[in-house]
């Protein structure tokens, strides 16, 4: 299929190819895993950026799925679940599989979280923003726990802020392994006991404000 894109063209109206084919640059260089490649390019068009997610034979394999699908495939289903549950997270512009020569390829394409920092690349902050930060990352991640999911890459640099006259918005990014657990009380213990390992920012009396919040998430 040849490349149908333009210059001026809107990526609303791109296909596969277009996505496929269209320049960038590589923030994650394609690596073999999984018996397949997968790579994250950036590119930016009519003002926006965009991530564009690229796979080949870049399997994940399930119960329900025991011959495989990309990755980006389970990432999408994943994004749309942290959707409806009110968590903010990536908007999905195309998600597509294609089979060729070359194996089954997968491709997700998200918009850029404007505004948005992750925890580990924080500026300093004073005692009482530190201490909203680690309510609203608490709820968040509660309010995946309450919904019986596990992140399991939640480090910080995959938790996102944006501050909004002084209160933090957070969102959740890397949901390519988010999964339900076969062992709900699982997934909490799993998650916190990772970000609590790497993150820096938060000091213990923080990090019991995050608890507190993360608790009061999980009864609503």
């Known amino acids: 299929m040849e ?36 790579g994250m390019m950036r590119l930016s068009h009519g003002g926006r950026l965009y991530y564009v997610k690229k796979q080949c034979n ?51 394409v998200t918009e850029s979280l404007d505004g948005f920092v992750s925890l580990d690349a924080a500026p300093p902050l004073d005692r009482p923003a530190l201490k909203a930060l680690a309510q609203a990352v608490g709820s968040v991640v509660g309010t995946l726990h309450r919904a019986y999911l596990q992140h399991s890459c939640l480090y ?22 988010l999964r339900r657990p076969w062992l709900p009380w699982r997934a909490a213990a799993h998650d916190l006991d990772q970000l609590s390992r790497h993150q820096s920012i938060w000091s213990s009396a923080d ?8 608790r009061t998430a999980m009864r609503r």
């Open 156 to 177: 910080d640099k995959h938790v996102m802020v944006r501050w909004d006259d002084g209160r933090p918005e957070i969102a959740l990014i890397d949901l390519e392994k």
């Open 3 to 38: 490349n149908s894109a333009t210059p001026d063209s809107p990526p609303a109206t791109w296909n596969f190819a277009d996505w496929w084919q269209a320049p960038g640059d590589w923030v994650e260089t394609p690596n073999q895993r999984r018996g397949g490649w997968s």
């Open 58 to 108: 870049h399997l994940h394999r399930s119960l329900e799925r025991p011959l495989g699908e990309p990755t980006t495939a389970r990432e999408h289903r994943n994004i749309e679940r942290l959707t409806r549950l009110g968590i903010r997270v990536p908007k999905v512009v195309f998600h597509g599989l294609r089979r060729t020569s070359e194996g089954l390829e997968g491709l997700l």
């Open 207 to 214: 990090w019991q404000e995050l608890l507190a919040a993360h």
